[in-house]
């Protein structure tokens, strides 16, 4: 009998430990989330977050997200969404819990669930302002502008000095860390470097450029080190930083923003690569992140091919 009894309390105390709450358990959606299979190269953290902006339309919302721990910092970025239908009672400034898958290539939020409102936004007071330039759009067939920038090694340039050659920029920040967003960008175009590097009859008139829109961060120190990231050789491929006039310039002509508000950056951003050909005008605008480094590469050879073409033609009269 005191065998059965102490058997019976060890177990009563086992099944108890079972199903007592789990303090450090994230709070979830349900008692039973469908949850994406994970692999062991998959990376899940548990958010918090304000809702800033809902792009339901194009499958994103953008969060002012506290600091991730071991992952990204404080700030405000574009999510893709695993399942809009998650935000169908969350409207623009409820705060919200998350989950953030990232995989190898790219990354989604879900079990969302709204924790609260944020209250007073009317009252944060005026935005701080910049000067900027009144610019016009730029399309395919019109001059690139010459930017002033300075390199990952600190050395100034112009983009003028690349007149003669394909000339890619994509505009980047170094702290993004989501493998859809900046990163896919950097393997883009890493990508592009390697097919063109590996092919002996490949153009030599072309070259590379990624310009951080952090300049504040993204010092020529620390840019040197993101290209060493992607192995980028600095004679086919420059990292570029500059005044943030001359940023704001560059991605306003093309449709990209990011939004600056109270004095610093918030990386609310969209995504634009541009190919000027090497007469200096604007040969193709790819906008998003669905660009193929072998459509890149194709397009590179083709203005290439076009601009030796127009020189034997001048050249024979």
């Known amino acids: 009998m005191r065998t059965f009894v102490g058997f019976f309390s060890i177990a009563l105390m086992a099944g108890l430990t079972a199903c007592g709450p789990k303090l450090s358990a994230p709070v979830q959606k349900s008692a039973d989330p469908v949850e994406a299979p994970v692999s062991s190269a998959t990376r899940v953290f548990y958010v918090l977050g304000n809702v800033k902006e809902l792009r339901l339309g194009e499958s994103k919302v953008v969060v002012e997200h506290e600091a991730i721990a071991d992952f990204m910092d404080a700030m405000t970025m574009p999510f893709n969404v695993g399942d809009t239908n998650e935000f169908a009672t969350i409207a623009t400034n409820d705060r919200v819990h998350f989950r953030l898958v990232v995989e190898t290539d790219r990354s989604w939020i879900d079990q969302v669930t709204k924790v609260g409102e944020v209250m007073n936004l009317a009252d944060v007071g005026r935005k701080d302002f910049r000067l900027v330039r009144d610019v016009e759009p730029l399309e395919i067939g019109d001059a690139f502008p010459d930017y002033p920038l300075t390199n990952q090694?600190?050395?100034?340039?112009?983009?003028?000095?690349?007149?003669?050659?394909?000339?890619?920029?994509?505009?980047?920040?170094?702290?993004?860390?989501?493998?859809?967003?900046?990163?896919?960008?950097?393997?883009?175009?890493?990508?592009?470097?390697?097919?063109?590097?590996?092919?002996?009859?490949?153009?030599?008139?072309?070259?590379?450029?990624?310009?951080?829109?952090?300049?504040?961060?993204?010092?020529?120190?620390?840019?040197?080190?993101?290209?060493?990231?992607?192995?980028?050789?600095?004679?086919?491929?420059?990292?570029?930083?500059?005044?943030?006039?001359?940023?704001?310039?560059?991605?306003?002509?093309?449709?990209?923003?990011?939004?600056?508000?109270?004095?610093?950056?918030?990386?609310?951003?969209?995504?634009?690569?541009?190919?000027?050909?090497?007469?200096?005008?604007?040969?193709?605008?790819?906008?998003?992140?669905?660009?193929?480094?072998?459509?890149?590469?194709?397009?590179?050879?083709?203005t290439a091919a076009q601009k030796a073409a127009v020189a034997e033609v001048v050249n024979g009269n």
């Not at 007149?163 to 990163?183: A, E, H, S, W, Y």
């Not at 990209?256 to 200096?280: C, K, S």
């Open 153 to 302: 090694f600190g050395k100034a340039f112009s983009t003028a000095d690349y007149r003669g050659k394909v000339l890619v920029v994509t505009l980047i920040f170094t702290r993004c860390p989501l493998p859809d967003f900046c990163p896919r960008m950097s393997q883009n175009l890493k990508r592009a470097l390697q097919l063109l590097k590996a092919d002996s009859e490949a153009p030599t008139n072309w070259h590379l450029m990624s310009v951080s829109f952090d300049p504040d961060f993204d010092t020529p120190p620390v840019l040197s080190a993101y290209a060493k990231q992607y192995g980028a050789d600095p004679m086919d491929w420059t990292f570029a930083t500059g005044a943030l006039i001359e940023i704001d310039d560059l991605t306003e002509r093309f449709g990209m923003y990011f939004a600056r508000e109270g004095g610093g950056v918030t990386f609310n951003h969209n995504l634009r690569t541009v190919v000027i050909d090497p007469n200096g005008k604007v040969r193709q605008i790819y906008v998003g992140n669905t660009w193929q480094a072998e459509e890149l590469v194709v397009l590179i050879k083709q």
